[in-house]
């Protein structure tokens, strides 16, 4: 009898090529050009060897499997340690080509951090994370620190952050001195400096905008690591239990770089350096300064040209670093070129405080006034035979819409400071059809926003209201009233809100928890110093984010750190999950506050994520339903192929 056994695979094969052919010939078209390359360049050889020692040459190479682009890797590119002159790069055939421009350090481990700079010529797909070192003596260093740098006020990664590695250890040497080692971060902030030799080092990140590898005060963000860093490293030893020799086991293991991840918060220095930024004349009766630093009690201003006495009043903003001033004196008002000495502190080389002195011109020019006064002589003919001109009056600007919510205020401003007010002509009443029931409500002048005046009732729900203003019930200090105001509104039903519940624990400072939208604009916070439940209530169906600042200096607000006095930005956590807030539902978050140095920014939509997995598991689903169909169609012609050729 026959052996057909060691036949198999070639009868495999033939009865395969068979089907190829009949399928051809079944079925004539254009090539399709096979499948997408979807692989990265394979590096295949290196001058020198990885590790190399003792290497004296001025370039290395790579040499890979297919043609290469280089566009990205004079731009990614970290040599560390760092080099005075850019290396070139060049390529020949299929192989790159890093020339250094200067000589090399003797008995130096170099790093060469590619990240994901290299990518194939037709399909760019990217070879990820690619480094390469060697040694120009004969040790080869493999020592390391690696961490991640985020952004301190929203915990953002830092990308792109340079990291500085000095051994000198003094305090200016990351303003005055090239680093010994750098590496940057990815997109997560993630950073590693790796062939660092044994030593005592001082860890930086900044954003190195003017590309020196040195720290610019004031001008440039920073990170620094409190603690001087001693790079080590030891072996642990792993036993393998299932592996086992007839009197031995398999001793494993794995080597465990000192210290554990660095994670570092960047920020600005808040260094004083005062200056008047800019300043104009919007109209003939306001002028505004914007300062580089807070003026509070400091600034001062003088008509340089005209002898006046209480002409102006000013108007700073929350941060009382801009400024509004109203020219309450309409003659001056009514002058187009006025020069001012506006005086605020400043600090000089020794850094005392001094007064100092700005002559500003501040010009007023009427836009086509000729043709304004032609057009006003016009109309002033035409209403002399209808009659006088109404008297001028200002128009409140508000906030209340048709629609009002159960904790809202009514807010009303003027366009101009007010000289009085008359607060017994606003008028609140219950609307019942016809029938105007008049209601108490707390009348306020708004502590945040000038010229602005609040109106607090409690609202009941689902409830008609009627808001009114007299006419002349305020008077502007340029003896201009206001028009009559009415605003007609409706409440909000009460189970259209939802809740945030946060349960805060193991709270030991000052902390504010704020109620932020998808943006991370501030809605709402509150301040607490104990463990207790914070509720954020009256809430509009939305998507919510939760964030606290940690403020150690109790002044309600995050504030950054000092290398100049080695202190960190306050702390900064947000609750890693978006929160999503249903009518009528309450949305309870246990929060415990204790501070975690290596936390982590990565909030998750879960109801997106979802949305997102169902998504790819249809893409998936539909996918391999048009294989299968492709495989379907691919029998059925290579069989009617087959039938037509007999």
Request: aromatic residues 10%.
């Given at each position: 009898?026959?052996?057909?056994?060691?036949?198999?695979?070639?009868?495999?094969?033939?009865?395969?090529?068979?089907?190829?052919?009949?399928?051809?010939c079944a079925n004539q078209g254009m090539p399709t050009g096979g499948p997408r390359?979807?692989?990265?360049?394979?590096?295949?050889?290196?001058?020198?060897?990885?590790?190399?020692?003792?290497?004296?040459?001025?370039?290395?190479?790579?040499?890979?499997?297919?043609?290469?682009?280089?566009?990205?890797?004079?731009?990614?590119?970290?040599?560390?340690?760092?080099?005075?002159?850019?290396?070139?790069?060049l390529t020949k055939s299929k192989t790159l080509i890093i020339k250094f421009n200067e000589d090399l350090l003797d008995s130096t481990t170099y790093s060469l951090d590619f990240k994901n700079s290299i990518a194939d010529n037709n399909e760019r797909n990217e070879l990820e994370n690619m480094r390469f070192s060697f040694s120009t003596g004969d040790v080869y260093d493999s020592l390391r620190v690696a961490g991640r740098v985020a952004t301190g006020f929203n915990m953002e990664p830092a990308e792109n952050a340079l990291v500085l590695l000095h051994n000198n250890l003094h305090d200016s040497a990351v303003y005055t001195e090239r680093p010994d080692f750098i590496a940057k971060t990815d997109e997560t902030g993630i950073f590693m400096i790796d062939n660092i030799p044994p030593g005592k080092y001082h860890l930086f990140a900044i954003n190195d905008a003017n590309s020196d590898l040195k720290y610019n005060e004031g001008a440039e963000e920073i990170a620094f690591y409190d603690s001087i860093v001693v790079p080590s490293a030891v072996f642990e030893e792993e036993t393998d239990t299932v592996i086992r020799g007839v009197d031995s086991l398999l001793i494993t293991g794995h080597?465990?770089?000192?210290?554990?991840?660095?994670?570092?918060?960047?920020?600005?220095?808040?260094?004083?350096?005062?200056?008047?930024?800019?300043?104009?004349?919007?109209?003939?009766?306001?002028?505004?300064?914007?300062?580089?630093?807070?003026?509070?009690?400091?600034?001062?201003?003088?008509?340089?040209?005209t002898n006046a006495n209480d002409w102006y009043l000013l108007e700073p903003n929350q941060e009382v670093d801009s400024i509004n001033m109203w020219i309450t004196d309409t003659v001056i008002a009514n002058i187009d070129s006025l020069v001012m000495e506006v005086s605020y502190f400043q600090l000089d080389s020794a850094q005392q405080l001094y007064v100092h002195h700005d002559t500003l011109p501040m010009t007023f020019t009427e836009k086509k006034a000729e043709e304004s006064r032609s057009r006003r002589r016009g109309r002033a003919a035409e209403e002399e035979e209808k009659g006088p001109a109404p008297?001028?009056?200002?128009?409140?600007?508000?906030?209340?819409?048709?629609?009002?919510?159960?904790?809202?205020?009514?807010?009303?401003?003027?366009?101009?400071?007010?000289?009085?007010?008359?607060?017994e002509k606003f008028r609140l009443y219950h609307t019942d059809d016809t029938l105007k029931t008049?209601?108490?409500?707390?009348?306020?002048?708004?502590?945040?926003?000038?010229?602005?005046?609040?109106?607090?009732?409690?609202?009941?729900?689902?409830?008609n209201y009627t808001f009114e203003i007299d006419s002349a019930a305020a008077e502007n200090i340029y003896g201009i009233t206001n028009r009559e105001l009415q605003e007609k509104f409706t409440t909000r039903e009460e189970d259209f809100y939802g809740r945030i519940l946060v349960n805060?624990?193991?709270?030991?400072?000052?902390?504010?928890?704020?109620?932020?939208?998808?943006?991370?604009?501030?809605?709402?916070?509150?301040?607490?110093?104990t463990d207790q439940t914070v509720v954020f209530d009256y809430l509009a169906p939305a998507k919510y984010i939760l964030k606290v600042i940690f403020d150690r200096n109790n002044n309600?607000?995050?504030?950054?750190?000092?290398?100049?006095?080695?202190?960190?930005?306050?702390k900064v956590f947000y609750w890693n999950n978006i929160i999503k807030v249903r009518s009528n539902w309450d949305n309870t978050i246990p929060w415990d506050l204790t501070p975690d140095p290596t936390y982590v920014k990565k909030i998750i939509d879960e109801e997106l994520e979802e949305q997102k997995r169902k998504a790819a598991e249809e893409k998936a689903k539909r996918e391999e339903e048009n294989e299968n169909r492709q495989q379907n169609n691919l029998l059925q012609d290579a069989g009617s192929g087959g039938i037509m050729r007999r």
């Amino acid at each position: 009898m026959m052996n057909i056994s060691g036949k198999i695979p070639f009868l495999f094969v033939a009865a395969l090529a068979w089907v190829v052919i009949i399928s051809s010939c079944a079925n004539q078209g254009m090539p399709t050009g096979g499948p997408r390359d979807s692989l990265p360049p394979v590096l295949l050889n290196t001058q020198p060897q990885y590790k190399a020692l003792n290497y004296k040459n001025d370039e290395v190479r790579f040499t890979f499997n297919e043609y290469i682009i280089t566009d990205k890797i004079l731009e990614m590119l970290v040599v560390s340690p760092p080099l005075e002159k850019r290396p070139s790069i060049l390529t020949k055939s299929k192989t790159l080509i890093i020339k250094f421009n200067e000589d090399l350090l003797d008995s130096t481990t170099y790093s060469l951090d590619f990240k994901n700079s290299i990518a194939d010529n037709n399909e760019r797909n990217e070879l990820e994370n690619m480094r390469f070192s060697f040694s120009t003596g004969d040790v080869y260093d493999s020592l390391r620190v690696a961490g991640r740098v985020a952004t301190g006020f929203n915990m953002e990664p830092a990308e792109n952050a340079l990291v500085l590695l000095h051994n000198n250890l003094h305090d200016s040497a990351v303003y005055t001195e090239r680093p010994d080692f750098i590496a940057k971060t990815d997109e997560t902030g993630i950073f590693m400096i790796d062939n660092i030799p044994p030593g005592k080092y001082h860890l930086f990140a900044i954003n190195d905008a003017n590309s020196d590898l040195k720290y610019n005060e004031g001008a440039e963000e920073i990170a620094f690591y409190d603690s001087i860093v001693v790079p080590s490293a030891v072996f642990e030893e792993e036993t393998d239990t299932v592996i086992r020799g007839v009197d031995s086991l398999l001793i494993t293991g794995h080597t465990h770089f000192l210290p554990e991840p660095v994670y570092l918060r960047q920020f600005t220095e808040d260094i004083y350096e005062q200056y008047l930024d800019s300043y104009s004349r919007g109209t003939r009766y306001m002028c505004t300064f914007v300062f580089n630093e807070p003026v509070d009690d400091t600034f001062s201003i003088r008509l340089i040209n005209t002898n006046a006495n209480d002409w102006y009043l000013l108007e700073p903003n929350q941060e009382v670093d801009s400024i509004n001033m109203w020219i309450t004196d309409t003659v001056i008002a009514n002058i187009d070129s006025l020069v001012m000495e506006v005086s605020y502190f400043q600090l000089d080389s020794a850094q005392q405080l001094y007064v100092h002195h700005d002559t500003l011109p501040m010009t007023f020019t009427e836009k086509k006034a000729e043709e304004s006064r032609s057009r006003r002589r016009g109309r002033a003919a035409e209403e002399e035979e209808k009659g006088p001109a109404p008297v001028p009056q200002f128009i409140w600007a508000t906030t209340v819409g048709s629609v009002v919510d159960l904790n809202q205020e009514l807010k009303f401003t003027s366009p101009e400071p007010l000289k009085n007010i008359n607060t017994e002509k606003f008028r609140l009443y219950h609307t019942d059809d016809t029938l105007k029931t008049p209601l108490e409500y707390t009348f306020s002048k708004d502590t945040l926003a000038w010229r602005t005046y609040n109106i607090l009732y409690p609202w009941e729900p689902e409830t008609n209201y009627t808001f009114e203003i007299d006419s002349a019930a305020a008077e502007n200090i340029y003896g201009i009233t206001n028009r009559e105001l009415q605003e007609k509104f409706t409440t909000r039903e009460e189970d259209f809100y939802g809740r945030i519940l946060v349960n805060c624990t193991q709270v030991s400072v000052p902390t504010i928890v704020q109620l932020l939208d998808n943006k991370e604009e501030v809605i709402l916070q509150k301040k607490i110093d104990t463990d207790q439940t914070v509720v954020f209530d009256y809430l509009a169906p939305a998507k919510y984010i939760l964030k606290v600042i940690f403020d150690r200096n109790n002044n309600n607000r995050w504030d950054p750190g000092s290398y100049q006095d080695k202190y960190q930005p306050e702390k900064v956590f947000y609750w890693n999950n978006i929160i999503k807030v249903r009518s009528n539902w309450d949305n309870t978050i246990p929060w415990d506050l204790t501070p975690d140095p290596t936390y982590v920014k990565k909030i998750i939509d879960e109801e997106l994520e979802e949305q997102k997995r169902k998504a790819a598991e249809e893409k998936a689903k539909r996918e391999e339903e048009n294989e299968n169909r492709q495989q379907n169609n691919l029998l059925q012609d290579a069989g009617s192929g087959g039938i037509m050729r007999r």
